[in-house]
């Protein structure tokens, strides 16, 4: 797997559950912080969505603590991948109870949650895995072969995408080690930051189109079909060929493209599942 550190290196891998579920937590508000987004909720707009604004995702981010507490509490014990889904399945009830039955959250249950198990195995006491194994490299080792074995939602936008244009989606990505992550999202915050080093806004927003400019993103398929993630493809490709957040006005260019989106009613939520979860990543060491 290609690894490639950010210019911003984390600090000594956090050896407490709780610490990893805080830091799970902090990565999602600071998610919901990133403006502009194309299409997504933020602390200034709610995007294309009419049912949830960023009040709503920082309660369900909050309600979501707990549970990847105990998922890097089982992550450290190696628990297997039907104790995990157990603790996810437990968080959504608990998230939809929180947002009233708005799916905010579902995506980062449970990528970020592997993520959050993975984190806690490698800093077990008995973990087989040094502290310079990437958490993807983790996932791979110890849940891969589960995750592609385990049971599918029929009901699931994602499984309806992968039936309709055959897209692997978030189980695919978890099962080969989050390629997006190491080899788009991390080099692109470090890029993100060197183009603009006093703006931290700026490099989250540099990673989230790097991430937009590749992903399969199965919300964008599901809400604008092929023609709707080819739309989003070009955009974002578009405003990184110019010189992403490099480029003077590069800030009212994004958000001529974030009203684009809102316009055709697209939402990359997997792409912001996955900026949490590189945010994730440099806080605890990749």
């Known amino acids: 797997m290609n690894i490639t550190s950010s210019s911003t290196p984390a600090a000594a891998p956090p050896s407490s559950a709780a610490t990893i579920g805080r830091i799970a937590v902090t990565s999602l508000k600071l998610e919901v912080k990133t403006w502009p987004k194309p299409g997504l909720v933020s602390h200034i707009d709610a995007g294309a969505h009419h049912d949830m604004d960023a009040a709503l995702l920082d309660a369900s981010a909050e309600t979501l603590r707990p549970f990847f507490v105990a998922l890097a509490e089982a992550g450290s014990a190696s ?90 989606g978030a189980r695919i990505e978890a099962a080969t080690g989050f390629p997006s992550l190491y080899e788009r999202a991390l080099p692109a915050l470090a890029t993100g930051r060197r183009l603009a080093p006093d703006d931290a806004e700026a490099a989250r927003v540099h990673a989230f189109m790097a991430l937009l400019s590749v992903v ?14 080819t739309f989003a493809w070009t955009c974002a490709q578009r405003f990184l060929a110019r010189g992403g957040v490099g480029t003077p006005g590069w800030r009212s260019e994004a958000a001529r493209i974030h009203r684009a989106f809102i316009e055709r009613n697209l939402s990359p939520g997997g792409c912001a599942d996955l900026l949490a979860m590189s945010l994730f990543l440099e806080r605890v060491g990749p």
């Not at 959250?105 to 990528?111: K, L, S, T, Y």
């Not at 919300?219 to 709707?228: A, Q, T």
């Open 79 to 168: 628990a297997g991948m039907d104790d995990l889904r157990a603790i996810g399945i437990e968080a959504e009830r608990a998230m939809l109870a929180t947002t009233g039955g708005v799916n905010t959250h579902r995506g980062a249950i449970f990528g970020l949650g592997l993520l959050c198990a993975a984190a806690g195995l490698r800093a077990g006491s008995t973990a087989p895995f040094a502290a310079s194994v990437s958490l993807g490299s983790v996932v791979v080792a110890r849940w891969g072969d589960e995750i592609l074995r385990g049971p599918v939602s029929p009901d699931s936008h994602g499984s309806e995408v992968a039936r309709r244009h055959g897209a692997g």
């Open 216 to 229: 399969t993103d199965v919300n964008l398929l599901y809400r604008g079909g092929e023609e709707g993630l």
